[in-house]
């Protein structure tokens, strides 16, 4: 099946630093990229959409300057916690899709974000 | 605004006793209603694609079912490696491409 490799795993950090974690497709070109965050025992909150060389879509309350995406090849996305604080400790997770419209998403393993 | 209900919120079972997991939703034309497995500290795994109401998908002891108002996860013969949380997501005629709606998924625990 369609692999997608989320890195790193584990982050514990500062407040006050930024923080990178990128999502590759291994084996399919994703044409569109999305961007979770997972509070324990809750469901997915999707907080945008990316889409190959144009600028990602936020969810309504998800704040565009604190998280930024870049989706610059086919095969990459970035997000980057900008300033972490510990409010914004989670679990962060990707996934990806390929150009066709009723394809399903196939995830990365995620990404636990503490911040201290 | 496409939506979606996944009943029951958890589900104990003894090994071996088989069940079903609902999945309610309401879409404006359905592309495809989609079944995920997601274990604790994962991303959630892929399990089945359903696109149009009569059609079932099989895997090992799973099989989802599909109908114009809900899609149905049946589990034969549960073992305790199927304890996991399932999430159902649906994509409509009207999101953008990939994007979906998540239920808020059914906790498994299989007890030997």
């Known amino acids: 099946g369609a692999v997608v490799s989320q890195h790193p795993s584990w982050v514990i950090c500062k407040s006050g630093t930024s923080v990178k974690i990128e999502c590759r497709s291994l084996?399919?070109?994703?044409?569109?990229m999305f961007w979770y965050r997972q509070f324990p025992k809750q469901s997915l909150m999707l907080m945008a959409t990316?889409?190959?060389?144009?600028?990602?879509?936020?969810e309504q309350g998800v704040e565009k300057d604190k998280f930024l995406i870049n989706h610059a090849s086919l095969t990459l996305s970035t997000l980057t916690v900008t300033s972490a604080h510990p409010e914004d400790s989670s679990f962060y997770i990707c996934?990806?899709?390929?150009?066709?419209?009723?394809?399903?998403?196939?995830f990365g393993d995620g990404t636990r974000l503490s911040i201290l | 605004e496409d939506q979606v209900t996944q009943s029951p919120e958890a589900l104990r079972l003894q090994e071996g006793e088989s069940s079903s997991l609902n999945c309610s939703y309401t879409?404006?034309?359905?592309?495809?209603l989609f079944w995920y497995r997601q274990d604790p500290g994962k991303g959630p795994e892929f399990l089945f694609t359903?696109?149009?109401a009569g059609e079932e998908k099989e895997k090992e002891r799973l099989k989802a079912t599909l109908t114009k108002k809900e899609s149905f996860l049946h589990i034969t013969a549960p073992k305790p490696e199927d304890s996991a949380t399932y999430l159902c997501?649906?994509?409509?005629?009207?999101?953008?491409?990939?994007?979906?709606?998540f239920g808020d998924g059914t906790t498994l625990t299989v007890k030997p």
């Open positions: 996934s990806a899709s390929g150009p066709r419209d009723n394809q399903p998403q196939h």
């Open positions: 084996d399919f070109q994703a044409t569109t």
């Open positions: 990316s889409n190959e060389g144009s600028k990602a879509t936020y």
């Open positions: 879409v404006s034309g359905l592309r495809g």
């Open positions: 359903l696109y149009s």
């Open positions: 997501a649906v994509q409509g005629v009207g999101t953008n491409a990939g994007k979906s709606t």
